[in-house]
């Protein structure tokens, strides 16, 4: 099935720790986003990726890191240096600028 | 700065009635307007997505309306179904943002039986 995969869809951090969540697409397209989602607001831009090999920070890059190094891969690590870091993490990705398609989201928390 | 103010918050209504939902959006011109329905848990799915000179675009009990002059736009939903219950994100693609999007807040609409 072509789409969007996500994993984990639940996933549990410890002070000081880095996790990474895997964002993964059989679409062939070529940019790939990052959002995070917290209860009544707006998705809000993380990262993004044009291309392989490229990727430019978003509105709130703070605290995390991108690689994409493969055009079908784009995964994202939410590093210690991020002080807030429970909310709802969605990738996405699009044929240049038409229409976003989104995976399934990992609910992060803190324990 | 560009911004997507949706309204209501939320909604409750009883199946089989019919609903509309707005988004007013601060900053123009733009590429498109979409509509997403997100349910819970879950990544969104488009509905709608209309350009800057199209006034309504239809996916079957949806309906998206845009009034460029008004910077507004509305969803509007015919008679609901249990399935309808989820969040409705409105989604501007401004020009002056790189074809970035900006996202609405989002309405939480319920439908009861």
């Known amino acids: 099935d072509g789409g969007i995969t996500q994993s984990p869809k639940y996933l549990f951090r410890k002070e000081g720790q880095n996790v990474t969540l895997s964002c993964e697409q059989n679409?062939?397209?070529?940019?790939m986003y990052w959002y995070r989602q917290d209860p009544g607001q707006g998705l809000r831009l993380i990262y993004y990726?044009?291309?392989?090999?490229?990727?430019q920070k978003g509105d709130i890059a703070e605290g995390y890191s991108v690689s994409r190094e493969k055009k079908e891969s784009f995964p994202l690590t939410v590093t210690s240096a991020q002080k807030n870091p429970t909310a709802f993490y969605l990738c996405?990705?699009?044929?240049?600028?038409?229409?976003?398609?989104f995976g399934a989201g990992t609910r992060l928390s803190v324990l | 700065k560009n911004q997507v103010e949706q309204s209501p918050q939320s909604l409750i209504i009883l199946e089989g009635k019919n609903c509309t939902l707005q988004?007013?959006?601060?900053?123009?011109?733009?590429?498109?307007l979409r509509w997403y329905k997100q349910d819970t848990g879950r990544g969104p799915v488009s509905l709608t997505i209309?350009?800057?000179?199209?006034n309504t675009k239809s996916n079957g009990r949806y309906t998206a309306t845009l009034d460029a002059d008004t910077k507004q736009s509305s969803l509007h939903i015919t008679a609901s179904q249990l399935s309808d219950s989820a969040s409705y994100i409105c989604?501007?693609?401004?020009?002056?943002?790189?074809?970035?999007?900006?996202f609405g807040g989002g309405t939480r609409l319920m439908v009861k039986p």
């Open positions: 996405a990705s699009s044929q240049r600028d038409r229409i976003q398609y």
């Open positions: 989604v501007v693609t401004f020009y002056n943002a790189g074809n970035m999007l900006t």
């Open positions: 209309m350009t800057f000179s199209e």
């Open positions: 988004c007013n959006y601060t900053v123009s011109p733009f590429s498109n």
């Open positions: 679409l062939n397209h070529d940019a």
């Open positions: 990726s044009q291309i392989v090999n490229d990727f």
